[in-house]
């Protein structure tokens, strides 16, 4: 057995958290089925101040951001994903969420984004997915966005919030406050009052609304560790073939006062199985 899974397992045993598995290499097109008007829908917001911008399909594509309402089964996989995460969130009571891994490039972004767009195709739900990765900010970039002001300016005061929040058009019930630039005191900045100021401020703007963070890797840097007594849960994302077993559960370990809802095991070789 491969030794992230192992790890995986083990996680399993010590903590009551799910597995979801495997988020497989997307294929290369996505099917589109249009989602009908959202009309009487319980979560539909005005967006009064947030700016609007456009994503472009192909950009998207290319920065492995699935349509929600794909048949491809990375898409299926995150809806699973989306599934398991709410019922959680939803049997607690909790509505923020930190995406964490214990490297870099594990996959981290890619499933927040996922997550959260994923979220948002269900009409019950609004999201707003944060980037708080203040070492490698790629939010944005991965969107197709070029954000003038970001959760940076955000949290150090440099621009009110709602001058920092993006609205991705297409994308109903979504919310991004990107990052603009990284931040050389970050860890200070995520464990000092000022990130746990925003964090109120985010939370008491849309009390139901569902907030993703993206957060740099836990062993990377103590950013992540230090910004997680402020969530209420997290999600593990693992990279197969890239993540150690050690650092796995060294990473857990560290999160061990932070609910982690489910693992998502990113780069996975084997295909879910249709029907
Ligand atoms: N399942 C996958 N298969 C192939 N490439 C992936 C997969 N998931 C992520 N990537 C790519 O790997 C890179 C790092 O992913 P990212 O989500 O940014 O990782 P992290 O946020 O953990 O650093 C990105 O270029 C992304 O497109
Ligand atoms: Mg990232």
């Not at 984004?113 to 203040?134: E, G, K, Q, Y």
């Not at 150090?156 to 994308?171: N, Q």
Request: with cysteine; proline share 8%.
């Amino acid at each position: 057995m491969d030794r992230v899974r192992k790890a995986l397992d083990l996680a399993r045993m010590e903590r009551t958290h799910s597995v979801v598995k495997p988020v497989p290499e997307p294929a290369a097109a996505a099917d589109v089925e249009e989602e009908p008007p959202s009309k009487a829908t319980v979560a539909s917001i005005l967006y009064t101040r947030t700016k609007v911008f456009t994503p472009q399909p192909g950009h998207l594509e290319r920065n492995r951001i699935m349509n929600p309402a794909s048949s491809d089964p990375a898409a299926a996989a995150y809806r699973m994903l989306r599934t398991q995460v709410l019922q959680r969130l939803d049997a607690h009571g909790w509505r923020s969420l930190a995406i964490f891994s214990p490297g870099t490039d594990d996959g981290k972004t890619t499933t927040a984004i996922n997550l959260a767009v994923s979220l948002a195709s269900d009409r019950l739900h609004t999201v707003l997915l944060v980037d708080f990765d203040f070492r490698r900010p790629t939010l944005a970039d991965r969107l197709g966005l070029t954000a003038e002001f970001g959760s940076d300016d955000a949290i150090t005061g440099r621009a009110p919030l709602e001058e920092c929040l993006y609205h991705p058009e297409g994308f109903d019930r979504l919310v991004v406050l990107p990052a603009r630039s990284t931040l050389g005191n970050s860890s200070e900045i995520l464990a000092g009052p000022q990130s746990r100021q925003l964090v109120a401020e985010l939370r008491a703007r849309y009390p139901e609304r569902v907030i993703i963070y993206d957060l740099p890797p836990v062993l990377y840097a103590d950013d992540a560790l230090s910004f997680a007594p402020l969530v209420e849960c997290g999600l593990m994302v693992a990279s197969e073939g890239r993540t150690r077993r050690n650092d796995l559960v060294r990473t857990l370990e560290l999160l061990s006062k932070t609910p982690i809802v489910g693992t998502v095991l990113n780069r996975a070789s084997d295909a879910p199985t249709g029907y």
